[in-house]
């Protein structure tokens, strides 16, 4: 994208991001110019194009924008649930749920990005919901519970996987059945895929207060 973070005003990409959002409720995502961005975001087409350079980067920070969301909701939906497995369940319908809450995003992002171009951005990587995740798996494999015959990396990518594959899925198959709603039986499926077969005991986790 066109401009250095740095130089970037994050309330002038709220703006933006957020006029654009709205104009892609009432057209086509591939009617909408730069030219309709500014007027609704009351910016000049020197600053979008300073700032994203072209349509495709600004739906990719779009993007970005919504699925911080999910971070937000993971890290605080986590915060009361003891269990490691269930934990590890509620994330695993959170993403499903999200995703169904913003199926019109989806289907809208779909339409507009290349897959490939969107998995090289930053906003595919997501760093602040891999973290969590990421954690997530660290603790389950150092507890036993989780497999270690691959790393931490390779089991948040089969995750990742597994719930892009059925969010796609539901989009192109026009599937009326939700995902979110089948999130237990899917997800037993997913545990005895990263599990580990011989779990060994381990002790409770320590110094994470659990808050309700």
Same mark, same amino acid.
């Given at each position: 994208?066109?401009?250095?973070?740095?130089?970037?005003?994050?309330?002038?990409?709220?703006?933006?991001?957020?006029?654009?959002?709205? !104009?892609?409720?009432?057209?086509?995502?591939?009617?909408?110019?730069?030219?309709?961005?500014?007027?609704?975001?009351?910016?000049?087409?020197?600053?979008?194009?300073?700032?994203?350079?072209?349509?495709?980067?600004?739906?990719?920070?779009?993007?970005?924008?919504?699925?911080?969301? !999910?971070?937000?909701?993971?890290? %605080?939906?986590?915060?009361?649930?003891?269990?490691?497995?269930?934990?590890?369940?509620?994330?695993?319908?959170?993403?499903?749920?999200?995703?169904?809450?913003?199926?019109?995003?989806?289907?809208?992002?779909?339409?507009?990005?290349?897959?490939?171009?969107?998995?090289?951005?930053?906003?595919?990587?997501?760093?602040?919901?891999?973290?969590?995740? !990421?954690?997530? /798996?660290?603790?389950?494999?150092?507890?036993?519970?989780?497999?270690?015959?691959? %790393?931490?990396?390779? /089991?948040?990518?089969?995750?990742?996987?597994?719930?892009?594959?059925?969010?796609?899925?539901?989009? /192109?198959?026009?599937?009326?059945?939700?995902?979110?709603?089948?999130?237990?039986?899917?997800?037993?499926?997913?545990?005895?895929?990263?599990?580990?077969?011989?779990?060994?005991?381990?002790?409770?986790?320590?110094?994470?207060?659990?808050?309700?």
């Amino acid at each position: 994208m066109g401009e250095t973070p740095t130089k970037r005003r994050p309330a002038v990409e709220a703006r933006i991001e957020e006029a654009t959002m709205r !104009l892609a409720t009432h057209q086509s995502p591939d009617e909408i110019s730069f030219v309709e961005v500014a007027a609704q975001a009351h910016c000049s087409l020197q600053t979008l194009y300073r700032y994203y350079g072209s349509m495709e980067d600004l739906w990719l920070a779009c993007a970005g924008r919504v699925l911080k969301h !999910l971070g937000d909701r993971i890290i %605080d939906h986590l915060q009361a649930i003891e269990s490691y497995k269930d934990r590890m369940r509620k994330v695993f319908w959170l993403m499903l749920d999200f995703f169904e809450r913003h199926d019109n995003f989806i289907k809208l992002f779909m339409e507009t990005v290349h897959f490939q171009r969107w998995m090289n951005d930053i906003s595919f990587k997501q760093p602040e919901v891999s973290r969590v995740v !990421l954690d997530m /798996i660290a603790e389950g494999q150092a507890s036993g519970i989780l497999t270690n015959e691959v %790393d931490k990396v390779a /089991i948040l990518d089969f995750i990742y996987g597994v719930v892009f594959r059925f969010v796609q899925m539901h989009q /192109i198959r026009r599937i009326k059945q939700s995902n979110a709603q089948r999130s237990n039986a899917l997800f037993e499926m997913l545990w005895r895929a990263i599990a580990n077969p011989h779990p060994h005991p381990h002790p409770p986790r320590e110094g994470k207060g659990e808050r309700g």
